[in-house]
């Protein structure tokens, strides 16, 4: 089973500030998908990368898919309190979604 | 479009006690999946299926069981319910599995005492 380890576990910053969040693996993914998840709520679908080295940018958050297809990283520039969630990476295989176990971010007004 | 919905919001059982939470979706999506989500932590799956009459386990199988008679409803069965299975359950779907996005529900908040 590929694991998905997500780092760092928690994030807590002021608003304004930047961040990047990391998605990595031991093995290739065949495309991943990042999810915010707000309290209270399901998951939402924010991208989906397919392609090595592909950068994908939604307003003030851009992502990237690693060369080798082995690791991703979520970009927040001047984050708001409206961007504090769970975001999840999540790894299709078949007919399966794996997810690793997020990251929660915290955005201080 | 009411996309994935999901019954009940909230439930609590006791020990030994069953269920069914129930999960709809008026999209026509061919796959379907039963995810946990345990306090801080990610989504665990719990079964899946990629149409009617088609259904397989996924990481989390023990002490659930599912159904899958029509493209739009994918109930989830509790069994004898033990308080390691309080959890939120999320019930998603998708019209094709990989690229595709998933469309969650909001979830079943359920406690088991």
């Known amino acids: 089973t590929q694991l998905l380890e997500q780092s760092p576990q928690f994030l807590s910053i002021q608003e304004g500030e930047n961040l990047t969040v990391y998605c990595n693996s031991s093995?290739?993914?065949?495309?991943l998908q990042w999810y915010r998840q707000e309290p209270g709520e399901g998951p939402v679908l924010l991208v989906t990368v397919v392609t090595g080295g592909e950068v994908k940018k939604l307003k003030r958050l851009t992502f990237q898919f690693g060369d080798a297809r082995k690791d991703s990283s979520l970009h927040i520039t001047a984050a708001q309190p409206g961007d504090t969630g769970l975001y999840l990476c999540g790894w299709g295989s078949g007919s399966r979604l794996t997810f690793g176990e997020g990251t929660q971010l915290t955005v201080n007004p | 479009n009411a996309g994935v919905t999901q019954t009940p919001k909230f439930r609590i059982l006791k020990i030994g006690q069953s269920m069914t939470l129930q999960c709809t979706q008026d999209m026509n999506h061919n796959y379907m999946y039963w995810y946990r989500q345990d306090p801080g932590m990610g989504l665990k799956l719990i079964y899946y299926?990629?149409?009617?009459?088609?259904?397989d386990k996924g990481e989390v199988p023990n002490g659930y069981n599912v159904s899958r008679s029509t493209t739009e409803d994918f109930p989830l069965r509790l069994e004898l319910a033990a308080p390691s299975q309080t959890s939120v359950y999320f019930c998603?779907?998708?019209?094709?599995?990989?690229?595709?996005?998933?469309?969650f529900g909001s979830g079943t908040r359920l406690t088991v005492v």
């Open positions: 299926s990629v149409g009617a009459g088609i259904t």
């Open positions: 998603a779907s998708s019209y094709v599995a990989g690229t595709n996005g998933y469309t």
């Open positions: 093995s290739v993914f065949s495309s």
